[in-house]
């Protein structure tokens, strides 16, 4: 059975830092490829980041770029969202989710096909 577990998330003041986790069935790294999504209270959810599942490139939307990093630890099935640098704008309900056909529109992470998502994790960056 394919799963997503997240965790890592809280309440961080802006600057602050956070590293959110997602742990997933022992093939679903290789079946899938892994993204971070995020959804703000009132807003549409937006794609944050993936890792490709060929050769774990990363790739990121505009505005995460530069402060939040990706990666991906096979041994332990899981991977990871370090955010540094943390905004209000950034708080938001954070998923990982498995899927394919990733791609990036107007700097955007976006994905065709989404099959598998965590329940997630919040986020709040507050003072």
């Known amino acids: 059975q394919v799963h997503l577990v997240e965790s890592g998330g809280g309440l961080v003041q802006p600057g602050g830092s956070l590293r959110l986790s997602c742990a997933a069935s022992p093939s679903t790294l290789d079946s899938y490829t892994i993204g971070w999504f995020r959804q703000a209270p009132g807003k549409e959810r937006e794609g944050v980041s993936y890792?490709?599942?060929?050769?774990?490139?990363?790739y990121y939307s505009d505005f995460v770029k530069g402060r939040f990093t990706m990666s991906r630890d096979n041994t332990k099935n899981t991977v990871y969202l370090q955010m540094n640098s943390l905004k209000p704008e950034d708080t938001a309900v954070y998923y990982c989710?498995?899927?394919?056909?990733?791609?990036?529109?107007?700097?955007?992470?976006?994905?065709?096909?989404?099959?598998?998502w965590g329940q997630g994790t919040h986020v709040t960056v507050s003072s």
């Open positions: 989710a498995a899927g394919s056909r990733p791609s990036m529109v107007a700097g955007t992470v976006y994905f065709g096909v989404l099959d598998i």
């Open positions: 890792i490709s599942s060929d050769d774990g490139t990363t």
